[in-house]
């Protein structure tokens, strides 16, 4: 018999809201669901999305890269509320000498906006990217929560890359993505999977008003202040160039089935099957909420029914007290662990949405694999 999930899954294809997708669930640390819809473009002839199938994770790329710090930390390697100057002393400039490392990890850096010296271009160059935020002052007092849609990533990795001597890639490659299997799952920098999967399909109706949708993301020529993710930001991460890079805060790439195990792994307390990629109290200070209430940069574009209500060190907390801890990437990408249910998801597709409609999916899926786990 069909499970509620995978009908979910083909209702939003047969909506136009994605031309492929999957969906991989865990259930008590096993493999539970794994169900594919679609192609990887649209037309006649387009292969098939199959389990295996990487799609970009857009900000989902953002707890892969936290986990290599979560991996650093429990060997020792800093403490949480260590300035991030300490171990890199020119991210220090222009005033961010008292951002800490929780800080970092929970959107509280204060230098949220990506600047528009960062350009698609740019960020192809790790060198030149890592120098840009360098040099970015502080737009807010460290401790404010404000989500980091690009410059999180950068940061996080030339930490990683400070405190370990390799990449931000190669480190979630042999400590994180390794020994879990994750074989589909890649922070960048990685050939085998650049080009293996299906392009990012902008399905947001003409005149609809979130053509533009502003969340800080790439700055917006007529208002640097603001930023926009639109058909443009989507055909720039469509570029194999773009694919073959490490941009660590939105262009990981990964299977539904692998995410889905990979956010077991932090249910399990760091330990799954075995395999231990972190330590159980690093797990457990990391999916702590550090802050709660509005986002400063969320809640300009999705208001209080969609930004997330708390941050952890590297997730993020429908509510302060809610069981359920995860991400969302781009309107395209959705997973989450449940502690009470333990359950994991991924829900990945390839087609952006208008904002609304995101919100919508996201919360059918969620409703449609708690239904079967009742069944």
Not at 3 to 14: P, W
Not at 56 to 79: E, I, M, R, T
Not at 306 to 320: H, I, N, Q, V
């Amino acid at each position: 018999m069909q499970s509620e999930t995978d009908k979910t899954l083909h209702a939003h294809q047969e909506r136009n809201w994605l031309v492929g997708g999957a969906v991989a669930v865990y259930r008590n640390g096993k493999l539970w669901q794994d169900h594919c819809a679609g192609t990887l473009d649209p037309g006649a002839g387009s292969a098939p999305i199959t389990p295996d199938t990487p799609f970009v994770l857009f900000s989902n790329s953002k707890p892969l890269a936290a986990s290599c710090l979560h991996w650093l930390h429990g060997q020792g390697a800093f403490d949480w509320d260590d300035a991030v100057a300490r171990y890199w002393p020119e991210f220090g400039q222009q005033g961010k000498n008292g951002v800490t490392i929780r800080h970092l990890l929970s959107h509280q850096g204060g230098f949220p906006r990506t600047p528009p010296a960062l350009t698609f271009e740019r960020m192809k160059d790790w060198e030149t990217s890592v120098q840009i935020i360098e040099r970015m002052p502080l737009e807010f007092e460290p401790g404010a929560a404000a989500y980091h849609p690009i410059t999180l990533g950068f940061a996080l990795g030339e930490l990683v890359q400070r405190l370990d001597t390799r990449s931000i890639s190669s480190v979630f490659r042999a400590e994180i993505a390794g020994p879990l299997g994750l074989s589909r799952t890649s922070l960048g920098e990685d050939p085998d999977l650049s080009d293996a999967g299906p392009s990012i399909h902008y399905l947001v109706p003409e005149g609809s008003p979130d053509r533009q949708h502003r969340m800080g993301f790439i700055p917006d020529p007529a208002d640097p202040s603001r930023g926009t993710l639109d058909s443009e930001c989507c055909a720039q991460m469509n570029h194999a160039s773009f694919r073959a890079a490490c941009v660590p805060a939105v262009g990981a790439v990964s299977s539904a089935r692998d995410l889905a195990r990979f956010y077991a792994m932090y249910l399990a307390g760091g330990t799954l099957d075995g395999i231990e990629c972190l330590k159980a109290e690093t797990v457990e200070e990391a999916l702590r909420v550090q802050v709660e209430g509005v986002d400063t940069i969320l809640a300009e574009t999705y208001g209080e029914a969609f930004a997330y209500r708390g941050r952890t060190l590297g997730m993020c907390a429908w509510e302060p007290d809610s069981p359920i801890i995860g991400h969302a990437g781009g309107g395209i990408t959705f997973a989450w662990l449940d502690t009470k249910k333990q359950l994991t998801m991924a829900y990945l597709t390839n087609g952006f949405i208008p904002v609304q409609a995101q919100y919508v999916r996201s919360t059918e899926m969620r409703r449609a694999i708690v239904a079967d786990s009742r069944a």
